[in-house]
């Protein structure tokens, strides 16, 4: 009776695992095709404008970062931390450069901050990895996986 209990309890937890990873990937593929209907959007705007500006570069260059980061994701099921910190980077740096002029001395102040503190995390969690990679269990699995 326990040997039945155990097998339905696997079957549930790998339809689980299934469904799971199935709306990972439906997530995923909208996350995909929401990011190129917008840098197409995008770069429908500058064709008609006539005028690409470094604003305009810099939101194409966080769509790119934004797919990228879905491939990576995608490829190894792991979501790098650096990936999302660069495009808080790139967008902020965006900010700046579109709204300074309108901007207070200590919203400058305080956006410019904002980039210096991602950049040092980043800068740490380089270090934490060159430092203290991940290791392998005794089994030789990767400790990332879980």
């Not at 959007?41 to 500058?46: F, G, L, R, T, Y």
């Not at 495009?87 to 904002?114: N, P």
Request: no cysteine.
């Amino acid at each position: 009776m326990e040997g039945e209990s155990n097998k339905t309890q696997r079957r549930l937890i790998a339809v689980g695992d299934r469904s799971i990873y199935a709306l990972e990937v439906l997530g995923l593929l909208l996350i995909t095709v929401a990011t190129v209907i917008a840098a197409g959007q995008e770069v429908a705007k500058m064709v008609q404008a006539r005028d690409v500006t470094l604003g305009d570069l810099l939101l194409l260059f966080i769509y790119l970062e934004v797919l990228t980061m879905v491939g990576i994701y995608l490829r190894s099921g792991a979501l790098p931390v650096r990936m999302p910190l660069y495009i808080a980077i790139v967008a902020l740096a965006r900010h700046l450069i579109l709204d300074m002029k309108s901007m207070g001395e200590w919203a400058l102040i305080a956006t410019a901050g904002a980039v210096l503190i991602l950049a040092i995390a980043v800068l740490a969690l380089r270090y934490g990895h060159a430092h203290f990679p991940y290791g392998r269990s005794e089994d030789g699995k990767d400790l990332r996986e879980g």
